[in-house]
């Protein structure tokens, strides 16, 4: 009874002494080098599109894509040591499992996902004329077998509408990030990493055992630091948006899992950029202006976001001459 006791201490002991190690090794600074822009839908995929009444009729896809590539061009000029890697650069259509794919086979420390939202509208009328009815009454005369049915004809006028998709109200931009719950499907995506535990200080190639409790304590530690990074990201993005004067519906955890944040091996955040569905949005998303500020905001973010990962704070120095850890 007493060796079993002792014994679990000791594992507990192992245990905790190889939670504080993998711990430290997971907060040493890794430098960002390659950045994934993945502009959301494409090809087939057109996403969502205007169809309210007075739309431009955009479709998401284009949106996305003409944003991604001044964004990608921006990154470009202000991050000129990274690797700036769209997913595409015309309109295909790639399935999400492939773009995250792509992105873990080009070891990107950051997914990128531009996306613009939709929401269901409501569907209004009006009164576009009148048109005759010809509608009928029923009576009957008589009893018995001289019973008799008498229908009657008559005429009214009814109006005649025109249906329509009323634009929504709701406008901004908006972060996602993967949601907490997802943490497993993120550590399946590790499953096929042959960089994730490496470090700049450590080059050193592991053997993995995916079933050891250290592999899945040391996965569930990076999961846990994807996910405080992509909610920093997330956040920058947020202020961003907030700057340029733009509407910020800040960063959300989607209940529903997003395949493409899950399944990349690292930090990844989508951004709704604006809604398609909103008369102004629509307009400022489809305009060369709109599409340089959002990519202007984005690359700013993910640059301070990259100061940021790249010098943490120093244990004693003073909050404000640092910044943060993740
Ligand atoms: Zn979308």
Redesign the pocket.
Known sequence: MMKIKESCITSLAAFVLLFFCLNTSAQVPKKIRTIIVDP??GGTDA??HGEYEGTLGSL??NI?LAISLKLVAELKKELPGVKIIPTRTTDVFDDVNKKAQFANDNHGDLFVCI????VALKTGSRIIGYKTETYTTTRYVGKGKKKKKIVTPHQREVPVRQYFKIPTQRKGTSTLIFAANKTNDKIKAMQNSDNLFTTDNDDSTLNINYDSPEWKANALLYTQNYFKKSYKLGSLIQDEITNMGRENLGVWQREKGIRVLSATQMPAV?I?TGFIANYEDERYLNSEKGQQEIAEAIAKAIKKYKDQVENPKILGQPENTTSNNY
């Open positions: 959301g839908h996403g969502a998401e896809k996305t996306h613009a939202d939709a989508l709704e």
